[in-house]
């Protein structure tokens, strides 16, 4: 469009003018009688992708707790608090995401060595305040009851292996007296320790 | 007329003998539906003429560069989605390519092509709401709909593929977090033919309104010279002429072995460089994206097979002492990243060129003596993000 | 409250420069006895109030729901069937907000102007003949009556710019004065063709002008004299689309610029006399354009005695007149959902360089079509 002085320019200038809105009107006027777009939210939603980053969910059996998740997120917004039991149990008391600060970068479930942290399909965070938005992702807290026979188990297994060692350290110190009795207490048994010798003990109980 | 009135205070200017009128200034923004964010300009006015017009910037400033000192170099993908927030994947890019090059990083090809891919697409999301916008600023509604509809599209594509939709902390050092998941290169097919037809359509719905044109040419114009003088780049420097764009003349990723033009402003309704031309660079910039795409998706197609995404790399990233500066072509412009390092996991210093930035400079030289109709209008043309400009 | 003044007063006024001429009402109440006209003016007051503030709800729902259409939207659709409620939701919402009056804005006139603007628009509603009886007061200047209504608006949007005390909505009163003093020459010459060609000055007797002809249209006045009549329609649809501030010629307010222009200020109930206006006039202006140009409230293809006569009929014939109006009302709104906006300069460039000397030329032409 190039444009022209004189009348051949003002009427040029007119019949931009009028042509290009006409041509305007006419796709609008075409998507005037076609399909709305939009998805009407609440009652409808969009389906998201499979891969969509939304809210975490934590694959609570799997995870060991230890931290490194925690240590990955560029805004520490994880927050972990476990008491760890004997047989490998952890008490949980939080496993906490704030989602105020979040930004659903997938960094912390990159790295986890369980791969048993996820950011779900989950995306509605309405919620009346803040402090709402600070979720605990634990489908358990404290210890279940297998935690508790597990602890049990191990208690027990502990306990029966500090009966195991006592009672084997009550017959050696039974030998060795019996050794000094037979009066030969400068034996050059020094070097052996006790530990080395424990478990061919324990070995020949099993 | 006492000797008091008759010295001309600043500001003040005499049109007939004892008649004056006083400049008057007004502050446009941080909160104006026009300035793209929080950017407050103090503009003084002669009735509807600018006289003069100082930008302030740093509302929304969150250390970014700062943040990139105190967190591992994986761990500063996501803030950099977060300056150019409508170009999230070039950001990402142009970081990773920074941290690459110091690290000597080998990125396998196919993350490379699927790089070029995502960033041509956030190329054409980025342009589309530069085009949306600017309908906006200048009164047209309907364009900037159509146009988010489109980027709709664009966006879905990359939930598909890296779970996100705006900030998308896709690209790591060293490749990407996902390889891209089955029927993503088609659906990326589809929507670049779609989008070549809706193209044609915001063509004659604006770009060739003859309001728009009337709108938009003549005004704002910046010359060659001036814009190379004050650091512009990306479609405000093509848009005065000046053929410069990375991706052609310092070519990274494998933009060497695809076809492209670059287009640049060529006066067709005004002025060479005008608002115009500026714009409409964007609009011819889309079109050539597609074709971008589509040699991408056949040569990534030809030439590997899924799998390998990520480079080799340690756990920690941790950079023997080096400096180096990349710059890529970001929507807006040339987008750097100077990276300094000190054989710790951390950055010593993360310098960011931002392109909205240096090219938000020029407002003051070329608001006065346009309209604040223009003012509008021109800093619509220039396309700044404030989450950049701020950083 | 006193806000609520001045359109009851300019609709006194209305009555008053009705002078002997008959009205709905009138008739009802007997011309004669001064309380009868007073009744009837009352009466008119409020029919016309209601009519006004009526058609608004209309068409905002209109307009947004259109421009949803046009943008792949859906529109308003929670309240009510469709969204037709929403309009009302609205104004219960913006009636029960807060009304702020900013500390240092000059509070009378700030109070007065929006006031004044409805006045005139509502006002103007009385002279719209929807039929051959039903209009409120058939001035026999009606034509200029109207034009002057229509330009009191002027005053109420510099009045609630300058009192503001607001520099954006300065400029967007210096916009509209600007631009509603140019556009008044384009408009009164389109006008004077519709006078011209029905040698009268009264919108009712125009409309009856138009009945019958060739095929029932051949008498409205784009057909009667197409050469002339037909582009003169289109510059004083132009110059009644700038009167009415609508898109693309919204500069007084200009959201995108000015951020609301004259009436940023303004909130609640105050904001909406503002809103009713805009609204309220677009129906005004179009039924103007349709008495003058499109035949009134004449169908086409059918007799004129089709809607005159009986009241069954003329409330036909007022139907149809409202259908007309909302045809170009749709228009309107199908602009304002294309166009961008045009700057100032451009607003009196298309004004002076355009639409006046096109208007010249039509008038001159009519003089020449009716002299044949
Ligand atoms: S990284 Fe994984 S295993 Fe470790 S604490 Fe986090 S979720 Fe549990
Ligand atoms: S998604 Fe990112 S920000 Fe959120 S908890 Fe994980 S690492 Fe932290």
């Not at chain 1, 520490?76 to 906490?96: A, L, M, Q, T, Y």
């Not at chain 2, 342009?127 to 600017?134: D, P, Q, S, V």
């Amino acid at each position: 469009m190039n444009r022209r002085d004189g009348f051949a320019g003002w009427v040029r200038n007119l019949w931009d003018g009028v042509f290009s809105t006409m041509v305007g009107m006419g796709i609008t006027i075409r998507y005037f009688f076609t399909k709305p777009v939009t998805v009407q939210f609440p009652e409808e939603k969009m389906e998201v992708a499979p891969r969509y980053r939304g809210i975490h969910y934590l694959e609570q059996d799997l995870c060991i707790a230890c931290r490194v998740c925690e240590k990955a997120c560029p805004i520490d917004c994880i927050e972990i608090r476990f008491k760890r039991h004997p047989g490998g149990v952890n008490e949980w008391f939080e496993f906490s995401l704030d989602y105020n600060k979040c930004m659903f970068c997938e960094l912390c479930c990159i790295p986890c060595p369980k791969s048993c942290i996820h950011e779900g399909r989950e995306y509605s965070m309405v919620r009346y305040d803040r402090s709402e938005l600070v979720l605990d992702l634990l489908t358990w807290k404290g210890m279940r009851e297998v935690d508790l026979r597990t602890i049990k188990e191990a208690e027990e297994e502990k306990k029966r292996k500090a009966a195991e060692a006592a009672a084997r350290r009550a017959a050696e110190k039974a030998k060795k007296e019996a050794a000094a009795k037979e009066g030969d207490p400068g034996k050059p048994r020094k070097k052996e320790t006790p530990g080395k010798r424990d478990p061919e003990g324990g070995g020949d109980e099993r | 007329m006492t000797d008091l009135e008759s010295t001309p205070k600043e500001g003040t200017r005499e049109i007939v003998l004892d008649v004056r009128t006083q400049d008057m200034e007004i502050n446009m923004g941080p909160q104006h539906p026009s300035t793209h964010g929080v950017l407050r300009v103090v503009i003084t006015a002669d009735g509807e003429i600018i006289t003069s017009a100082r930008p302030y910037v740093g509302y929304i400033h969150r250390c970014a560069e700062k943040i990139a000192e105190c967190v591992t170099y994986d761990q500063f993908v996501p803030y950099t989605d977060r300056y150019d927030y409508l170009a999230a994947m070039n950001n990402n890019l142009g970081y990773c390519l920074a941290v690459e090059k110091a690290a000597e990083l080998e990125v396998p090809p196919r993350a490379t092509w699927i790089r070029m891919i995502c960033a041509e697409l956030n190329r054409i999301g980025s342009h589309l709401i530069a085009f949306g916008t600017y309908g906006l600023d200048l009164g047209a509604f309907t364009p900037f709909l159509y146009g988010f509809r489109e980027r709709e599209w664009m966006m879905s594509l990359f939930e598909k593929i890296c779970g996100a939709r705006l900030t998308y902390s896709f690209m790591f050092p060293g490749g990407l977090a996902n390889d891209a998941p089955e029927g993503w290169f088609d659906e990326v097919l589809r929507f670049c033919d779609v989008f070549d037809r809706k193209w044609r359509e915001y063509d004659a719905l604006l770009t060739r309104n003859k309001i728009f044109i009337e709108r938009t040419r003549d005004v704002g114009v910046i010359p060659a010279e001036m814009a190379k003088a004050y650091g512009l780049t990306g479609p405000c420097l093509r848009g005065s002429g000046v053929r410069f764009d990375l991706r052609e003349s310092a070519p990274y990723l494998f933009y060497d072995r695809v076809s492209f033009d670059v287009p640049v402003g060529q006066g067709e309704m005004g002025t060479v460089g005008d608002c115009w031309d500026r714009y409409f660079v964007r609009m011819a910039e889309m079109l050539q994206s597609t074709r971008i795409i589509r040699q991408c998706v056949e040569l990534c197609l030809a030439e590997t097979t899924p799998g390998e995404v990520m480079a080799k790399k340690p756990k920690t990233l941790k950079i023997p002492p080096t400096e180096v500066y990349v710059g890529v072509e970001n929507p807006r412009g040339e987008l750097g990243h100077y990276l300094v390092t000190d054989g710790k996991d951390k950055a010593f210093r993360l310098k960011i060129r931002g392109p909205s930035f240096c090219n938000l400079s020029i407002i003051p030289a070329i608001l006065p003596g346009t309209m604040i109709a223009d003012a509008v209008a021109i800093i619509g043309s220039i396309d700044i993000v404030l989450g950049e400009v701020d950083r | 409250m006193i806000s609520a003044l001045p359109p009851a007063a300019a609709i006194f006024l209305a009555q008053g420069t009705g002078g002997e001429s008959r009205s709905l009402f009138r008739d009802l109440f007997g011309a004669g006895s001064g309380w009868g006209s007073f009744a009837s003016a009352v009466l008119g007051f409020a029919v016309v109030f209601a009519v006004a503030s009526a058609l608004p709800v209309l068409f905002t729902w209109a307009e947004r729901r259109v421009s949803g259409r046009m943008q792949q939207r859906r529109g308003p659709n929670r309240v009510g069937p469709f969204g037709l409620v929403q309009a009302v939701a609205d104004g219960v919402k913006l009636m029960f907000k807060e009304d702020i009056i900013p500390a240092n804005a000059e509070r009378f006139l700030f109070a007065l102007a929006p006031g004044l603007v409805l006045a005139g628009m509502i006002a103007a509603f009385a002279l719209i003949p929807f039929s051959e009886r039903a209009i409120v007061v058939d001035a026999p200047l009606g034509v200029y009556l109207l034009a002057a209504l229509l330009s009191l608006q002027v005053l109420g949007v510099v009045m609630a710019g300058w009192a503001s005390n607001n520099k954006w909505s300065l400029l967007g009163a210096m916009r509209e004065a600007a631009q509603m003093v140019s556009y008044e020459i384009p408009m009164g010459i389109c006008l004077l063709i519709g006078v011209l060609s029905f040698s009268t000055l009264s919108l009712r007797e125009m409309s009856l002008a138009q009945a019958d002809g060739w095929l029932n249209v051949g008498n409205w006045l784009i057909f009667r004299n197409p050469l002339f009549a037909f582009p003169a329609f289109v510059v004083l649809y132009v110059a009644l689309l700038a009167n009415t501030k609508r898109a693309p010629f919204d500069l007084p307010e200009a959201e995108s610029e000015l951020v609301s222009g004259f009436h940023t200020e303004y909130s609640g109930i105050r904001f909406s006399f503002f809103f009713l206006e805009e609204y309220a006039s677009m129906f005004l202006v179009s039924a103007l354009a349709v008495c003058m140009f499109l035949g009134g409230w004449n169908i086409p293809f059918l007799p004129g005695s089709v809607v005159t006569g009986s009241v069954g009929a003329e409330i036909l014939a007022a139907l149809v007149l409202i259908v007309k109006s909302f045809a170009l009302v749709f228009v309107m709104i199908w602009l304002r959902w294309t166009l961008p906006r045009i700057r100032i300069d451009q607003v009196m460039n298309l004004c002076y360089k355009y639409l006046t000397p096109i208007a010249f030329v039509c008038l001159i032409g009519t003089c020449w079509w009716e002299l044949r």
